[in-house]
């Protein structure tokens, strides 16, 4: 199982970036999948999932997320998207996806590091003020 991310950049407070995590070795849909992010210093944290197939679709986003982040899915490429608006400096981390089968969106959030049966390198977003 193998996860792949990219998209990251950099990018102007108010601006947008699409982060794509493509996934090999694995029946996608029966995976939830998630999108982390660490800053210089901090603790990594939840960002935003999206469900297995069973789960019909949902998502959860982290408050920080909410209205300005999108996680969306094409199963038939196995890759999820996290599409960021209105990006602010606070924003600027590195970010990581990962993968856990047969899980809903919202305990996505609550998977402790080590339990994702995968995770994805990371990609660096940076956006400046």
């Known amino acids: 199982v193998q996860l792949q991310a990219s998209g990251g950049g950099l990018v102007q407070a108010g601006g947008s970036l699409r982060l794509s995590c493509a996934a090999s070795?694995?029946?996608?849909?029966?995976?939830?999948a998630g999108w982390f992010r660490q800053a210089p210093g901090k603790e990594r944290e939840f960002v935003a999932a999206i469900g297995w197939n069973g789960d019909g679709g949902s998502t959860y986003y982290a408050d920080s997320a909410k209205g300005r982040f999108t996680i969306s899915r094409d199963n038939a490429k196995n890759t999820v998207y996290l599409q960021m608006n209105s990006l602010i400096p606070e924003d600027t981390a590195v970010y990581s996806c990962?993968?856990?089968?047969?899980?809903?969106?919202?305990?996505?959030?609550?998977?402790?590091?080590?339990?994702?049966?995968?995770w994805g390198q990371g990609t660096q977003v940076t956006v400046s003020s």
């Open positions: 070795g694995l029946t996608f849909s029966t995976y939830a």
């Open positions: 990962a993968a856990k089968k047969w899980r809903t969106a919202r305990t996505m959030a609550t998977v402790a590091p080590a339990d994702f049966d995968s």
